[in-house]
């Protein structure tokens, strides 16, 4: 099968996940839900509010698309387009685009619900696909930096050490402006937004390696871009977002040093990802490992601890509503029992 054709088949794939998406909004709350995606009160909100709600605005989305689509074109010129065919880099990118909307929504779709409003997804997913330029930037000064000071072979090794750090930091700090809606409950939302923001970024960074270092039909090399780095970037994040959805949830307002806790968690995972993924590449050039064994291993580890996690948010949060409900002298099934008269009312 042509890539072309490929492409195609993932575009209508993405597509049709994006109709089943807003449709599930439409029939959980119905026509609100969807004004809600495309047209977000913005009045009387907070400060802090304020900020969140320019980020899951639309007009959020639109600008960050049409930078990184600047980025995206500036970088086709810097590359020789004879050798990368048209129809290999459509399906590269539909691929890394698929992924990157997938794996959020797997998560969205799985909370429930207790899931956030959909615009929450597509306004993590931005932030990210922003943080990701930003990030690089301040990788490629670094990287120039500690070459002139330390040397070429230091340089780069402080540079794997400080880029998770630098990373995570940018990545974090967009899961806690968006933490200040008043939608940001909890570590189920704190998991959601910051999958979201993680795979945003691991999108970009994607397609800067597609076009500049993965050569024309290496699948394996696409698949494990496309599928395992932006796991590996959503799981980082998402662990941090849960630890700073517990915080939010047990201190309403934390203080500046309570909020650099799920910034180091985060930091740290992506850090100990870094170092395993050396060890890999170590193992697999003298001989001594056929497959990149650890760093997999840990994705997969992260992966079950996001899940984990959800589960156990999931049900604490449905304790914590019903005793909710149960102080106010309401019936925890008391949704359920008023839909069942509003269809006998229908009838």
Same mark, same amino acid.
């Given at each position: ?23 599930? !909004? @439409? ?5 609100? $839900?969807? &004004?809600?995606? =495309?047209?977000?009160? *913005?009045?009387? +909100?907070?400060?802090?509010s304020e900020v969140a709600a320019i980020i899951v605005h639309p007009l959020f989305w639109i600008t960050c698309v049409g930078i990184v689509t600047f980025f995206t074109i500036s970088l086709m010129f810097t590359i020789d387009l004879t050798k990368v065919g048209y129809e290999w880099l459509a399906f590269s990118f539909s691929l890394v685009i698929f ?24 306004? !993590? @997913? ?5 943080? $990701?330029? &930003?990030?690089? =930037?301040?990788?490629? *000064?670094?990287? +120039? ?90 799981? =980082? ?111």
């Amino acid at each position: 099968m042509a890539y072309l054709e490929l492409a195609v088949w993932l575009f209508a794939a993405t597509a049709i996940m994006m109709v089943l998406a807003l449709y599930t !909004a @439409l029939h959980k709350k119905g026509w609100l $839900a969807i &004004v809600d995606v =495309f047209m977000p009160e *913005m009045r009387g +909100l907070t400060p802090s509010s304020e900020v969140a709600a320019i980020i899951v605005h639309p007009l959020f989305w639109i600008t960050c698309v049409g930078i990184v689509t600047f980025f995206t074109i500036s970088l086709m010129f810097t590359i020789d387009l004879t050798k990368v065919g048209y129809e290999w880099l459509a399906f590269s990118f539909s691929l890394v685009i698929f992924f990157a909307l997938f794996d959020p929504m797997v998560i969205w779709f799985s909370e429930g619900k207790y899931r956030e409003p959909l615009r929450f997804v597509f306004g !993590a @997913l931005s932030y990210g696909m922003l943080c $990701a330029l &930003v990030a690089f =930037f301040f990788n490629s *000064m670094a990287s +120039l930096l500690l070459n002139e000071e330390f040397g070429p072979k230091m340089g780069v090794l402080m540079l794997i050490a400080a880029a998770p750090v630098i990373e995570e930091v940018l990545k974090m700090f967009g899961v806690i402006l968006l933490s200040g809606h008043k939608n940001f409950r909890g570590p189920l939302d704190g998991i959601l937004i910051g999958f979201s923001v993680g795979a945003g970024f691991a999108m970009v960074e994607n397609i800067f390696y597609i076009s500049t270092k993965i050569p024309e039909n290496s699948i394996e090399l696409l698949l494990f871009r496309a599928l395992y780095n932006t796991l590996a970037h959503g799981a =980082f994040t998402a662990i941090g977002g849960a630890v700073l959805g517990k915080i939010k949830q047990d201190f309403k307002k934390p203080n500046l040093l309570l909020l650099t806790v799920p910034v180091l968690v985060a930091a740290l995972t992506h850090t100990a990802f870094n170092v395993l993924a050396i060890v890999d590449i170590v193992g697999v050039n003298s001989l001594v490992l056929s497959y990149y064994i650890f760093s997999p291993a840990m994705v997969v580890a992260l992966l079950i601890i996001v899940a984990i996690l959800i589960f156990y948010n999931w049900s604490d949060r449905k304790k914590r509503m019903n005793k909710e409900l149960a102080e106010l002298g309401v019936d925890a099934n008391f949704d359920k029992e008023f839909a069942k008269l509003k269809k006998k009312a229908n009838k």
